[in-house]
């Protein structure tokens, strides 16, 4: 868990997986996410697994990580196809994996399948050193489901669970943030993305367990940040 008050600046930013997902999204998009994560540091420029290589030059020379999004952002593919486009994100060059479970076999009640795809998917990842994250999409999931995919999280041992894609009907909730991180203690690490948009929220999903958060409003949060301490420091005066 992070403690907030001991949150500066520069460890805030590297929570941000600074995200840009969109359909239409070009190279001049892509240029200026980079420079954003570049001139504040942040952990990673979360995208799709085609722009891997393009992100990675602008990126070039700083810390920042390249993270691909695989089978994004339904989860509908085969398990042989998500470890085929991992294998091809992580050959490009991507540093950190997000992946979209199979939400339709959760549904169904296959653990099995959703096992075996997380350790095939955990599995390529170990191998070549690069992080990985299982997106669960907990807005069509259940409470009981949520924690059963936790308990195989927990055996699996990615490095984070994700609460959401930002596609579904709802993003993160502190609800679910606190169901993950209670159910997968310190073995897993939870990531929480989808309509963190302010600082508030970002404050909330952090203090509820997330150690990382998705968004595409990173500037914004990082302002409310600020404001807030420059508020706090002039009434502590």
Known sequence: MIDIR????????????????????SKKDFEKLCQEARENDFMMVAINSYPVKLCKEF?????????AAISFPLGQSTIETKCFETRKAIEDGADEIDYVINIGK?????????????????????????LVKVIFENCYLEKEEIIELCQIAKQVKPDFIKT?????TSGATIEDVKLMKETVGDEVKV???????????????????????????????????????????????
């Open 164 to 168: 959401s894609t930002g596609f579904g």
């Open 191 to 237: 990531k929480a993305a989808g309509g963190i948009r302010d600082w508030d929220t970002c404050k909330a999903m952090i203090e509820a367990g997330a150690e990382r958060i998705g968004t595409s409003a990173s500037l914004n949060i990082l302002e409310g940040f600020r404001s807030e301490r420059q508020q706090n420091k002039g009434t502590s005066q």
């Open 59 to 67: 990126l070039k020379g700083t810390d920042v990580h390249a993270g």
């Open 6 to 25: 001991s949150l500066d600046e520069k460890k805030l930013c590297k929570l941000f997986d600074h995200t840009f997902l969109k359909a239409y999204a």
């Open 106 to 130: 959760v549904k169904d009640k296959d653990y099995d399948y959703i096992r075996k795809e997380m350790e095939e998917i955990v599995k390529i990842c170990r191998e070549s050193k690069v």
